[in-house]
Nanobody, 121 residues
């Protein structure tokens, strides 16, 4: 099975930085994209950043210019560099991979267990 393990979460002050890492393992035939989503208590999960297999990146409007997603293919790891953190960035951040396994024709999404990010004012 696909396994995604996040790390790098923790406490930060407003204006500070954190770097999240997600190590991916398991069998998948084709990876279409990897990304990060977050969910705060009482709020819906939102996609924060995504990078496609072609290297194209997308970000939710609230993090543009502050967060950067990248991949180290040799380590099968995706990163989220978070700069200029704001209290509203406080959430559990989940790593995501979108890909195709086995004989499936359509891609599926796989998720890590999440890492807590807390930003104080």
């Amino acid at each position: 099975q696909v396994r995604l393990v996040e790390s790098g979460g923790g406490l930060a002050q407003a204006g500070g930085s954190l770097r999240l890492s997600c190590a991916a393992s398991g069998s998948i035939r084709r990876v279409d994209a990897m990304g990060w989503a977050r969910q705060a208590p009482g709020k819906e999960r939102e996609l924060v950043a995504r990078i496609s297999s072609a290297g194209s990146t997308t970000y939710t409007e609230s993090v543009k210019g502050r967060f950067t997603i990248s991949i180290d293919t040799a380590k099968n790891t995706v990163y989220l560099q978070m700069n200029s953190l704001k209290p509203e960035d406080t959430a559990v951040y989940y790593c995501n991979i979108r890909g195709v396994r086995g004989s499936a024709l359509l891609p599926s999404d796989y998720w890590g267990q999440g890492t807590q990010v807390t930003v104080s004012s």
